[in-house]
């Protein structure tokens, strides 16, 4: 699979290449057959101007061809039949420090994230992370992750969340959710899942 | 005349054999694998949020004994050259963190140590000697990779560190 996405990141920087080649060589070759008559320091700030226009064009076209790529390669990657996503969110955050997220589906580990401070701090501004894409068959699974951190009081802290969910023939998405249940100045761990 | 002729295979075949034999992988002018590892402080550090700056990548273990040697010449070169922009990052492939924590303390270093138990990193970097130094410019490309370390070799890190520093 890191094979393909570096193939297809491999065709994407082929591409850049070829546009910022297309580029050097399509400024040129007016150059070379303009008339040497016309003084230099008039013509040169359009040129520049020509010039940096179609090298935004070309930059534009190539963000968008990578999208187009990205999203054939999700598409090929992972079908939408199989296809199980799963994202992470934290909702305010007071009474946890996320340090690090393991899953695991049908008792396999598929993913463990372990959390930058500067991730962290993204999280708690509100992103959202996607922490897992893969395959899975039909019917029904189970998933498990593991939570660690610092809770309240700075004391070390592992928590679980379990959910049994069943993939039907569509794309499936879960959400794990950290929230802060201020009744009981503890953190909360959720596990979504979106139809 | 036959004589001459098996030596004259022998030669060829030697110098097919010495042609067929892979060259040892190397990251140079490739990008540096991305990690993200946990620190002696207890916080995780990730690689390529340190694109912009020059990364200096050593990693040892506490058997490795030039690692003794080579540990507190990185502690002086990032002490001199952290202001300008450099970032030393020093991994331990120990299996046991503790054992490594134990080597590591007494030097108080002033750069951050990481804990590789498992050695994924370093089989992402094709570790071959320990200790190994890997140089990373701005852009986050390998410029620079030396296994082993003998005194006298941290000149060479620092030429490199200034070249990397002025780009």
């Known amino acids: 699979m890191n094979r393909n996405r570096r193939s297809i990141s491999n065709i994407a920087c082929a591409v850049l290449s070829a546009c910022a080649w297309a580029a050097t060589a399509g400024a040129q070759a007016p150059a070379a057959s303009a008339p040497p008559a016309a003084p230099a320091a008039d013509t040169a700030p359009a040129d520049f101007k020509t010039l940096d226009q179609e090298v935004q064009g070309l930059k534009k076209d190539v963000i968008e061809m990578n999208k187009d790529l990205f999203?054939?390669?999700?598409?090929?990657?992972?079908?939408?039949?199989?296809?199980?996503?799963?994202?992470?969110?934290?909702?305010?955050?007071?009474?946890?420090?996320?340090?690090?997220?393991?899953?695991?589906?049908?008792?396999?580990?598929?993913?463990?994230?372990?959390?930058?401070?500067?991730?962290?701090?993204?999280?708690?501004?509100?992103?959202?992370?996607?922490?897992?894409?893969?395959?899975?068959?039909?019917?029904?699974?189970?998933?498990?992750?593991?939570?660690?951190?610092?809770?309240?009081?700075?004391?070390?802290?592992?928590?679980?969340?379990?959910?049994?969910?069943?993939?039907?023939?569509?794309?499936?998405?879960?959400?794990?959710?950290?929230?802060?249940?201020?009744a009981k100045h503890q953190p909360e761990f959720i596990i979504k899942d979106w139809e | 005349m036959r004589g001459g002729f098996l030596a004259g295979s022998l030669v060829a075949c030697a110098l097919l054999a010495a042609s067929s034999v892979a060259a040892p992988p190397t990251l140079i002018g490739k990008e540096a694998p991305d990690f993200v590892l946990k620190s002696l402080a207890g916080t995780n550090l990730r690689l390529s949020e340190y694109r912009g700056q020059v990364v200096l990548v050593n990693f040892w273990a506490r058997w490795a004994d030039d690692s003794r040697q080579e540990m507190p010449a990185l502690d002086r070169i990032n002490t001199t050259y952290q202001r300008a922009g450099l970032v030393v990052l020093g991994i331990s492939v120990d299996e046991d963190p503790r054992r490594a924590v134990e080597f590591a303390a007494p030097m108080r270093l002033s750069y951050p140590i990481l804990f590789d138990s498992g050695s994924n990193v370093g089989r992402d970097y094709f570790l071959e000697k320990m200790p190994m130094t890997i140089l990373v410019d701005r852009a986050g490309i390998v410029r620079y990779s030396k296994a082993g370390f003998k005194l006298g070799d941290e000149r060479a890190y620092l030429d490199q560190i200034r070249e990397l520093l002025r780009e």
């Open chain 1, 71 to 182: 999203v054939l390669e999700e598409e090929l990657l992972f079908p939408a039949n199989t296809q199980v996503a799963l994202y992470l969110s934290m909702d305010v955050g007071a009474f946890f420090a996320l340090d690090s997220v393991t899953v695991k589906i049908d008792n396999k580990e598929v993913k463990n994230y372990l959390y930058t401070a500067r991730e962290a701090d993204a999280l708690l501004k509100g992103g959202v992370q996607q922490i897992y894409i893969g395959n899975l068959k039909a019917g029904k699974h189970e998933l498990v992750a593991f939570f660690t951190g610092k809770g309240p009081a700075e004391r070390d802290y592992r928590r679980g969340a379990t959910v049994m969910f069943e993939k039907g023939v569509g794309a499936k998405y879960l959400e794990l959710k950290i929230t802060d249940r201020v």
